[in-house]
């Protein structure tokens, strides 16, 4: 979701809130996360690398015609959800948001 903020957005959040580590891989840097959300809005996806917790990977995708801030995700431990597992996954994350967002629009 932070992915598709306008910056104006993303800092007054950063301010209020910090970024706290969780693990040695968070990205607990203003400058991090940004280079991280410039990867996120190039792939159309993020991945969280075991930055919340060790041993857990997320490939996660937001909705962004959604009324609320929304996104659905897939996460497991690494040894199943490995690289291989997200080349899978983000083309049916892909085509679950867009299902997602067309069921929204019809809704609101």
Do not use: K, N
Not at 46 to 61: K, L, N, S, T, W
């Amino acid at each position: 979701i932070l992915g598709w903020m306008a910056d104006a957005d993303l800092a007054r959040i950063l301010r209020q809130h910090g970024l706290r580590r969780f693990t040695e891989r968070t990205l607990d840097t203003p400058s991090r996360l940004r280079r991280d959300l410039e990867l996120v809005r190039a792939r159309g996806y993020a991945v969280d690398d075991e930055e919340q917790e060790i041993g857990v990977r997320c490939f996660a995708m937001a909705l962004p015609d959604a009324p609320t801030p929304t996104a659905i995700s897939v996460s497991g431990p690494t040894s199943r959800v490995d690289w291989d597992f997200g080349d899978r996954a983000v083309p049916l994350l892909r085509e679950a948001a867009e299902r997602l967002c067309g069921q929204l629009a019809q809704a609101g």
